[in-house]
C-alpha cells in the first residue's frame, strides 16, 4: 500500500522560505509524477506544480513560477516542494499528491500525504 | 491559468440525485478527457473520486458518474447519502504540463 508522509506543522516569518517534505514507501517511486496541493483557510484546493522523479523536471503554476521549486530525490524516494518570499496569504493546509498513471501528467491524484500546516505570521 | 467554474454550494435530499458541474475553457476541460472529481471532508485528505471524465477507481461506489460536455465536465451523484455530505472539486489538465482546480462545490444533505 502506497503512502505519502509530510513533515510537520512549519511557522514562519513573511519574507522566509519553508521546506516541505513527502517520503513515499510502498511503491515505485520514480515514474509516477508528485504534485503539491494547497487549500488556505475558507479557500479551494490549488495546484502548485509537481514533477516526475525520474524526468527531473518540475512544472509549475503560473501563479507560482519563480517563488517555489519543487525538487525529488529517488535515492529516499522523498518529494520536497520550498516556497520563498512568504507572506500571509502562504497560510494553508500543503499537500502532496501522487498521479494514478506512471509519466503522465493526469492530475489524477490517488494517493494523498495528510497535510502539512505552514502558517506565515510576523 | 483560471479557476474551473463550480457552484459554490449544491444541496440535496437523501436518495435524490444531484449534479455538479465544472465549466472551463477550450484551452483545458474542453480540449482533454483529463478531467477528475474529488470528495474532501474537512481536516482529511481529498479522495479521488472519478478520473478521466467518467472513471471509477476501484472502491468507489457507482453511485458517482461523471459526464463531459464541451467545456463544462459534471459530476452526478444518485442515491444520496448523508456520508456523501463534502466538498467536492474538479481538476483538469490545462497543457503544458500544468493543472487546474474548481473553485469548489459544498454539496449538503438536507
Known amino acids: 500500500q502506497v503512502q505519502l508522509v509530510q513533515s510537520g506543522a512549519e511557522v514562519k516569518k513573511p519574507g522566509s522560505s519553508v521546506k516541505v517534505s513527502c517520503k513515499a514507501s510502498g511503491g515505485t517511486f520514480s515514474t509516477y509524477g508528485i504534485s503539491w496541493v494547497r487549500q488556505a483557510p475558507g479557500q479551494g484546493l490549488e495546484w502548485m506544480g509537481g514533477?516526475?522523479?525520474?524526468?527531473?523536471?518540475?512544472n509549475y503554476a503560473q501563479k507560482f513560477q519563480g517563488r517555489v521549486t519543487i525538487t525529488a530525490d529517488e535515492s529516499t524516494s522523498t518529494a520536497y516542494m520550498e516556497l520563498s518570499s512568504l507572506r500571509s496569504e502562504d497560510t494553508a493546509v500543503y499537500y502532496c499528491?501522487?498521479?494514478?498513471?506512471?509519466?503522465?501528467?493526469?492530475?489524477?491524484?490517488?494517493?494523498w500525504g495528510q497535510g502539512t500546516l505552514v502558517t506565515v505570521s510576523s | 491559468q483560471s479557476a474551473l467554474t463550480q457552484p459554490a454550494s449544491v444541496s440535496g435530499s437523501p436518495g435524490q440525485s444531484i449534479t455538479i458541474s465544472c465549466t472551463g475553457t477550450?484551452?483545458?476541460?474542453?480540449?482533454?478527457?483529463?478531467v477528475s472529481w474529488y470528495q474532501h471532508h474537512p481536516g482529511k485528505a481529498p479522495k479521488l473520486m472519478i478520473y478521466?471524465?467518467?472513471k471509477r477507481p476501484s472502491g468507489v461506489s457507482n453511485r458517482f458518474s461523471g459526464s463531459k460536455s464541451g467545456n463544462t465536465a459534471s459530476l452526478t451523484i444518485s442515491g444520496l447519502q448523508a456520508e456523501d455530505e463534502a466538498d467536492y472539486y474538479c481538476c483538469s489538465y490545462a497543457g503544458s504540463s500544468t493543472l487546474v482546480f474548481g473553485g469548489g462545490s459544498k454539496l449538503t444533505v438536507l
Open positions: 477550450s484551452s483545458d476541460v474542453g480540449s482533454y478527457n483529463l
Open positions: 499528491a501522487r498521479d494514478l498513471n506512471r509519466y503522465n501528467w493526469n492530475g489524477h491524484f490517488d494517493y
Open positions: 514533477i516526475i522523479p525520474i524526468f527531473g523536471t518540475a
Open positions: 478521466e471524465v467518467n
